[in-house]
């Protein structure tokens, strides 16, 4: 068999935060014994920024222009030079993410994969073996969340916002029976929301001229790039949570649940060169010929045949209940 290399953390789940030792062992498989001149640990996480031209309303030339920022990047020697025997060696490694020796000015920031930003953190271990040999290398992908100390420190409840959607508050044209007709649906939101809760709120149809069918929450990111003397902003879909299916009661109460994807949300960051901010996105969708003509349309774009109410969204990282 040829010799192969893997990483394997001591959490399953992978997540860590800046003051804890990143823990695991390295694992190689070989069916003889090899030389090598050292093994090394390499620990890089960076915010990797981008602007696409055509959706931002820039120049196509922008686009990628925007250097990374480096949070972390530590190099260690695991083992010095010698050899490994054939088998299966398994090798522990105990890294502590943040060093207590260096000026640690820049924050570590939680883990976030979105649409222009990206903030990834990686471990990278290689077994040099010279010139002759191509080096071995594996890498894998470790979540880091805020320290413990940084945390909210009594457990934050949600903030709860009334919002009331009907023609009148709708700043899109609208089908014409909906305008004469009208419609008044009611409710409750969270619009601060602790990672670990879910988004959470009630709704109610008092009155509409139309059938509806469906309601639907979108959760949705507002990513914000500095570039020069712009900011350029652009909000992206995250995840639809439908709540309801088909024409409901009227002046029935409908909950709201929302469960936050971890790796596509983060708490809300205000940094100078960027931000990760988040909306979320109550629509109806009403029946009508229309509707049935157009079933696969945009979410985030207006229709004649939806009515939408659209909150800003703070997501905080709290300590546990």
């Known amino acids: 068999m040829s010799t192969k290399i893997d990483l394997s953390l001591s959490r399953p789940n992978r997540i860590y935060r800046p003051s804890e030792p990143l823990e695991g062992k390295i694992v190689v498989k070989s069916a003889s014994s090899i030389s ?21 309303g820039v120049i196509e030339s922008f686009y990628g222009v925007v250097k990374p920022i480096t949070i972390l990047s530590r190099t260690l020697e695991i083992r010095p030079s010698g050899k490994i025997v054939s088998g299966t060696t398994e090798i522990p490694f105990s890294i502590t993410l943040r060093n207590p020796k260096e000026d640690n000015s820049e924050r570590f920031y939680e883990t976030f994969h979105g649409t222009n930003i990206s903030i990834q953190y990686l471990a990278t271990v290689d077994v040099m073996r010279g010139y002759l040999h191509k080096s071995l290398s594996a890498t894998v992908e470790f979540i880091v969340e805020s320290d413990k100390a940084d945390l909210l420190n009594p457990p934050i409840s949600p903030e ?55 309601i639907d929450i979108h959760l949705l990111r507002v990513e914000s ?21 088909g024409d409901v009661c009227r002046n029935m109460t409908l909950p709201i649940y929302v469960v936050l994807p971890r790796l596509l949300t983060c708490p809300t960051v205000l940094a100078g060169p960027f931000s990760i901010e988040f909306k979320v996105a109550i629509v109806i969708i009403f029946q009508s010929e229309l509707s049935r003509l157009h079933p696969k349309s945009d979410p985030l774009t ?11 969204l703070e997501l905080v990282r709290a300590r546990e209940r």
């Open 36 to 56: 090598h001149y050292g093994i090394r640990m390499a620990l890089n996480g960076s915010v990797n920024l981008q602007v696409r031209g055509g959706s931002a």
């Open 160 to 214: 709860m916002v009334i919002f009331y959607i009907t023609q009148d508050t709708q700043r899109h044209p609208i089908l014409p029976e909906l305008k004469s007709g009208g419609f008044r649906i009611t409710g409750r939101i969270s619009t601060q929301c602790s990672m670990l809760e879910p988004l959470s709120g009630e709704l109610t149809v008092e009155a509409s001229v139309l059938p509806i069918c469906s």
């Open 225 to 245: 790039v500095l570039l020069g003397e712009k900011i350029i902003t652009e909000t992206s879909l995250i995840q639809t949570t439908q709540i309801a299916d």
């Open 302 to 312: 207006p229709r004649l045949w939806m009515a939408m109410e659209t909150l800003p």
